[in-house]
């Protein structure tokens, strides 16, 4: 399986972006959990947002609630992170990425698969 996400740009402190990461190869995010952590510059890669496949509940890390919304389409193939009034500290390289259902959420060892980065970049 590959994992594709795809969304990333520039923009303004308070606006938004939609990010998507999509399932290919012959995968699917479909009865996995799948999630979303971002790698910014000199730091380590740190968790946003995670989705459990068999109760559909959603974690997010502190500094993204209220602000972040992390979705999934019923067919289990793509997954969205809708982020509402970002900020210059928001600025990194997302990544999603996919995880056995009966792991964790929030740490990159409860995933085995990761796509490649979308970059957003948050001006102030």
């Known amino acids: 399986v590959q994992l594709q996400a795809s969304g990333g740009g520039l923009v303004q402190a308070g606006g938004s972006l939609r990010l998507s990461c999509t399932a290919s190869?012959?995968?699917?995010?479909?009865?996995?959990?799948a999630g979303w952590f971002r790698q910014a510059p000199g730091k380590e890669r740190e968790f946003v947002a995670g989705?459990?496949?068999?109760?559909?509940?959603?974690d997010y890390a502190d500094s993204v609630k209220g602000r972040f919304t992390l979705s999934r389409d019923n067919a289990g193939d793509t997954m969205n992170l809708q982020m509402n009034n970002l900020k210059p500290e928001d600025t990194a390289n997302y990544f999603c990425?996919?995880?056995?259902?009966?792991?964790?959420?929030?740490?990159?060892?409860?995933?085995?698969?990761w796509g490649q980065g979308t970059l957003v970049t948050v001006s102030s």
């Open positions: 989705s459990r496949w068999i109760d559909r509940s959603t």
């Open positions: 990425a996919r995880g056995s259902s009966w792991s964790g959420v929030r740490l990159t060892s409860d995933y085995n698969t």
């Open positions: 190869g012959g995968g699917t995010l479909a009865n996995y959990n």
